[in-house]
Nanobody, 122 residues
Framework: QVQLVESGGRLVQAGGSLRLSCAASGGTFSTYDMGWFRQAPGKEREFVAAINRSGGNPSYATFVKGRFTISKDNAKNTLYLQMNSLKPEDTAVYYC???????????????WGQGTQVTVSS
């Protein structure tokens, strides 16, 4: 089974940028499709972006609108989320997930990290 650990979340001003990382261990990272999800206080966990096991065919939620970029480095066993033009409404705990398909639903991902907090101040 793969273990996932997110990092890179912090407090940032609106308009700023962050790069989140998700380090994988204990499994064959290159065999998993990967996703990023987020959960704001009082809200359900929602899809942000996904990428296939080879690091191609990225998929994004509509609210991303070209601001975020997902990437996967199989040589480094790491998933990334580059976030630009951050807005206060992007404030949430961000989770990476591993699964067998590039789904936009949480139920398709059996493996999850513990999350990293992103806070965007206005």
């Amino acid at each position: 089974q793969v273990q996932l650990v997110e990092s890179g979340g912090r407090l940032v001003q609106a308009g700023g940028s962050l790069r989140l990382s998700c380090a994988a261990s204990g499994g064959t990272f290159s065999t998993y499709d990967m996703g990023w999800f987020r959960q704001a206080p009082g809200k359900e966990r929602e899809f942000v972006a996904a990428i296939n096991r080879s690091g191609g065919n990225p998929s994004y939620a509509t609210f991303v609108k070209g601001r975020f970029t997902i990437s996967k480095d199989n040589a480094k066993n790491t998933l990334y989320l580059q976030m630009n033009s951050l807005k206060p409404e992007d404030t949430a705990v961000y989770y990476c997930a591993a699964g067998d398909s590039m789904a936009r639903v949480t139920g398709n991902y059996p493996y999850w990290g513990q999350g990293t907090q992103v806070t965007v101040s206005s």
